[in-house]
């Protein structure tokens, strides 16, 4: 299916603590990717991630890193396969992760 | 900043460190190898304690049998994950019969004291926050070990033999 | 669920002193000091990552995953129970065997695992060394102690290098991960050849019992056959040459290229010669100091831990007829065991559709009442992501298969095509590039027919999810690297591997399959196997006779281009 990529980014990172899977959203973080904010260019998404790597001392979230994202059907897509993965949870095990509602509050 | 522990206890550094193409000071000094094998003849001729610091490629074998001219070796841990100068601490106390002292110097961890010090280290040169009660404690997390080692602590094995 | 008519059985393994319990003990809290400091920030993640891994602690693409170590792959019923236990409580119900004989568990807190490693305490269990650059698991032939083909159980031994390795104050930060496997027989059930380091035990000309040691094996980007060390070493000795060769590997390999800093590369770029060399030099050093010596009375002392349970005697060596779907299971599963009228039985936990090496808690459970009842307590974790009952009654075959089958664990197919290895990858782990349980799960389904399988007979097939190589694949006689192709999931296919002691490193046939065609691709290879093979040749014989090309040439035909 044709898909749109205007080099859109997302910022994700793993919580220290349980180790969830983490969405950037303003000045904060979600569970949900579909919750997360979607970075327009390449200086919006370069300004959040420095954002986060300045607040790595809050030993709250580790390895944040931007990933590319597309607009499919008005939904938002991770472009690669790792990404989606890691956002809805293992393939094999569909009855875990957050694609079968299991969030870690 | 940086303090030296020595004996369980914060230490005078005795030793200045020269750079390799620095004046030599009197006095106790410090120097690379590099610096060593350019000026052994000045250096040995002093009558002032030498010290080397060798990097984590530098087998202390190249000193050769100038090895125990020094009263300091100081073993250069480019990065905590840079584990060959256990081996060539426990090589200068074994092989080499090194008496000296042997000095920690760089990127290492609290957590890495303990195997530092079984394996010959006895100096470190450690951040400001490093405390005398944290050195004692990062000794002290493990009563025991399984294996023989320079610091000739008795193993699990011969404590059992002992029982 | 605890069977209450089944006694809980005291195992012939290791049993913890109490040394050996202050040290784990010890090593906990060290751990959960480590943990505090880390979350209040004292320590960095860059700082806390070697120490985490070194009790066997990953971040992964969903959460923390803990590799639990099970020392030479054997196992007590109420170590398994527990595993059982943990998966249950902060796990979410299931465990992973490993290609290293470990258990990992996938959906693991940080802030958990403290508690976690004192439950594992509890029972003589911890994850210490399951990751990082140090000595990992000593892992070992599944056979050990019940095969009649080994010289000697080789997991006293296994014992020994075990707290010989632990926090070994010079060996804990090499340049790479340091792996052992031990053996006993001329068969390698534990891809020695493939190791770091491996210790056979063997017999020299005089008759005297003395270990052979090979260096230099390994998988991952750049796999290596490893070499011959030393054809004999005394057992007094051993230690000291284990601890000779780890000595030039931490001075001399590498630290400047993660990819290049297995004892593999070192051996490779100075040399078999050269390393003896250099060993040897060490080795003369160390039997001169003695500290290292290992005396025959520790030796002894160990060994008497694995003494074989009490055979019963007078027992038929016939094999009950309990039907033909447990006479096929027998075929493949059941292998002959030293004592008359016993069994070592393989549990493949591989039913065609399930994920590879996963048991759930629950299964977990039912193979402990499984090992009270039928295996003197005890089960072997096998590097073929399997499980074997190392001790049990011919009688009591039928009644094991019966229990098996409601486990859904009773898969006649051990060394079949559908016994296949297979990594996490993409789906858990973060170094992967594609997934393999789900080609694991086609392939297996699309060969699920019995007769089929047996009409192919023995043909390992071992699927790695990116190029470090986990699933083993450079050792399948059929291999699958998943690769990353634009974002899309590839699979290469690779022939001719082995990891027995006929070891060989297999060829990588060409470009990639899409994830729908794989599949259909090793069908067509298997097809040239049957077609071309001579009388009694397993698959890896055929390929060896015949070469690449025609497997090739049908694994292009008709496949979209890649």
């Known amino acids: 299916m044709a898909h749109q990529n205007h080099g859109l980014q997302m910022l994700t990172a793993n919580r220290l603590r349980d180790g969830d899977v983490l969405y950037r959203k303003g000045s904060g973080w979600v569970l949900m990717l579909a919750d997360g904010d979607v970075y327009p260019d390449q200086a919006s998404a370069d300004a959040a991630l420095a954002a986060a790597n300045a607040e790595l001392v809050r030993n709250e979230f580790v390895a944040p890193y931007l990933f590319e994202v597309r607009e499919d059907g008005g939904k938002i897509q991770p472009v690669k396969e790792r990404e989606i993965i890691r956002a809805a949870g293992p393939t094999v095990h569909p009855h875990t992760g957050k694609q079968a509602g299991q969030i870690n509050a | ?163 | ?562």
């Open chain 3, 1 to 562: 669920m605890l069977n209450a008519l089944v006694k809980p059985v005291a195992p012939n393994m290791y049993r913890y002193d109490e040394f050996d319990a202050q040290f784990v003990g010890e090593r906990v809290n060290q751990f959960a000091g480590q943990v505090a400091r880390r979350l209040s920030g004292e320590l960095t993640e860059d700082q806390f990552k070697p120490l985490r891994l070194m009790n066997g602690l990953y971040l992964q693409l969903h959460a923390y995953m803990l590799r639990i170590a099970v020392p030479y792959g054997t196992l007590s019923s109420k170590q398994m129970r527990k595993l059982a236990h943990i998966a249950r409580t902060y796990d979410k119900n299931f465990g992973h065997f490993t290609t290293r004989t470990n258990l990992q568990l996938n959906w693991i807190k940080l802030v958990d695992v403290p508690a976690i490693l004192r439950e594992l305490a509890d029972v003589e269990m911890h994850c210490i060394q399951t990751s990082g650059n140090c000595v990992r698991n000593i892992t070992a032939d599944q056979f050990a102690g019940a095969t009649d083909e080994e010289i000697e159980d080789p997991r006293p031994l296994a014992e020994i290098i075990r707290q010989w390795s632990s926090l070994h104050p010079e060996f804990v930060f090499l340049a790479r991960k340091f792996k052992i496997a031990v053996g006993a027989c001329e068969s390698d059930r534990a891809a020695m050849l493939y190791h770091d380091m491996a210790v056979q035990v063997v017999k020299n000309q005089a008759g005297r019992t003395g270990y052979k040691v090979f260096a230099g094996g390994g998988m991952g980007r750049t796999p290596y056959i490893a070499h011959v060390m030393s054809e004999f070493v005394e057992r007094e000795d051993i230690l000291a040459y284990l601890e000779a060769v780890l000595r030039v590997y931490n001075q001399d390999s590498r630290r400047d290229n993660i990819h290049k800093q297995r004892i593999k590369i070192l051996i490779n770029t100075i040399g078999p010669e050269e390393m003896r060399k250099r060993v040897a030099r060490e080795f003369e050093e160390l039997k001169r100091m003695g500290t290292l010596q290992l005396p025959r009375e520790e030796l002894d002392r160990i060994t008497a831990y694995f003494a074989p349970p009490k055979f019963e005697t007078g027992l038929a060596d016939t094999m009950p007829d309990a039907g033909p779907d447990f006479a096929n299971w027998v075929k493949t599963n059941v292998h002959k065991h030293k004592a008359p009228g016993y069994a070592i039985a393989t549990i493949t936990l591989k039913t065609p559709g399930q994920v590879p090496g996963d048991a759930t808690s629950e299964q977990m459970d039912v193979i402990a009442d499984l090992m009270d009842e039928f295996s003197v307590g005890e089960v072997r974790v096998t590097h073929e992501q399997n499980l074997v009952l190392p001790h049990v009654r011919k009688k009591d075959l039928p009644a094991i298969y019966a229990k098996l089958k409601e486990l859904d664990f009773a898969a006649p197919n051990a060394g079949l095509i559908t016994d296949i290895i297979a990594c996490p990858g993409l789906d858990y782990c973060d170094l992967a590039n594609a997934r393999s349980i789900p080609i694991a799960q086609s392939i297996a389904k699309k060969f699920e027919n019995l007769d089929r399988q047996h009409e192919i007979g023995e043909l390992k097939i071992k699927i790695s999810g990116c190029i470090n190589a986990c699933g083993h694949h450079h050792a399948g006689h059929i291999g699958i690297l998943g690769v990353d192709k634009k974002g899309v999931e590839f699979y290469q296919l690779v022939l001719g591997g082995s990891g027995a002691e006929d070891a060989s490193i297999g060829t990588i046939m060409g470009p990639g399959f899409g994830e729908h065609e794989i599949a259909d691709a090793v069908e067509r290879v298997v097809n040239v196997y049957l077609a071309e093979r001579k009388d009694g040749e397993r698959f890896l014989d055929t390929y060896r006779r015949i070469g690449m090309e025609k497997f090739k040439a049908a694994a292009y035909q008709g496949a979209v281009a890649a």
């Open chain 2, 1 to 163: 900043m940086t303090k030296l522990i020595k004996s369980g206890a914060y230490a005078q550094d005795g030793f200045v460190p020269v750079g390799d193409d620095a004046a030599l000071p009197d006095g106790a000094v410090i120097v690379s190898l590099a610096r060593f094998q350019k000026d052994r003849d000045a250096l040995l001729a002093r009558n002032t304690p030498i010290g080397v610091k060798l990097q984590a490629n530098e087998n202390p074998e190249l000193l050769g049998a100038d090895v125990n001219h020094f009263s300091l070796i100081a073993l250069e841990f480019p990065k905590f994950r840079d584990g060959r100068a256990f081996s060539w601490a426990r090589m200068l106390r074994t092989r080499l019969g090194f008496t000296g002292e042997i000095r920690a110097v760089g990127d290492f961890l609290y957590d890495q004291v303990n195997y530092q010090h079984r394996v010959g280290f006895d100096a470190w040169e450690v951040p400001d926050h490093f405390t005398i009660e944290m050195f004692n404690r990062a000794l002290s997390e493990m009563t025991n070990v399984y294996q023989p080692s320079t610091d000739g602590k008795k193993t699990i094995r011969e404590l059992r033999a002992g029982r």
